[in-house]
């Protein structure tokens, strides 16, 4: 298990963009996948995008597709998410999550094994 840490959250209007970061502890980070979750108010934890830490593999929701990218820099123990055109659905506590295991599924969960404490992100409309 791994320590991660989100950062980049915060209120921004309809249409603008926000990027997050999630920087992954010890320094021998090596997972198999980090992605990213978010938990908008009263519902349950959806699938955002997630990245292959070895390779450049990506998978985005469909809510999200051509709207939000994800990036590593596996220099600095660090996974981005890019998002653009941002709307009010979007308004949700963003998580990262590490996994050291292999699955068929990485828009699940139960597939991660190392969760962020979450950053909140809040659109206005």
């Known amino acids: 298990q791994v320590q991660l840490a989100e950062s980049g959250g915060g209120l921004v209007q309809a249409g603008g963009s926000l990027r997050l970061s999630c920087v992954g502890v010890?320094?021998?980070?090596?997972?198999?996948?980090v992605g990213w979750f978010r938990r908008a108010p009263g519902k349950g934890r959806e699938f955002v995008a997630h990245?292959?830490?070895?390779?450049?593999?990506?998978e985005y929701a469909d809510s999200v597709k051509g709207r939000f990218t994800i990036s590593k820099d596996n220099t600095k123990n660090t996974v981005y998410l890019e998002m653009n055109s941002l709307k009010p659905e979007d308004t949700a506590v963003y998580y990262c999550?590490?996994?050291?295991?292999?699955?068929?599924?990485?828009?699940?969960?139960?597939?991660?094994?190392?969760w962020g404490q979450g950053t909140q992100v809040a659109v206005s409309s």
């Open positions: 999550a590490a996994t050291h295991n292999f699955f068929k599924d990485y828009s699940v969960g139960r597939a991660y094994d190392s």
């Open positions: 990245i292959g830490w070895r390779s450049d593999v990506t």
């Open positions: 010890p320094h021998t980070f090596s997972p198999n996948v």
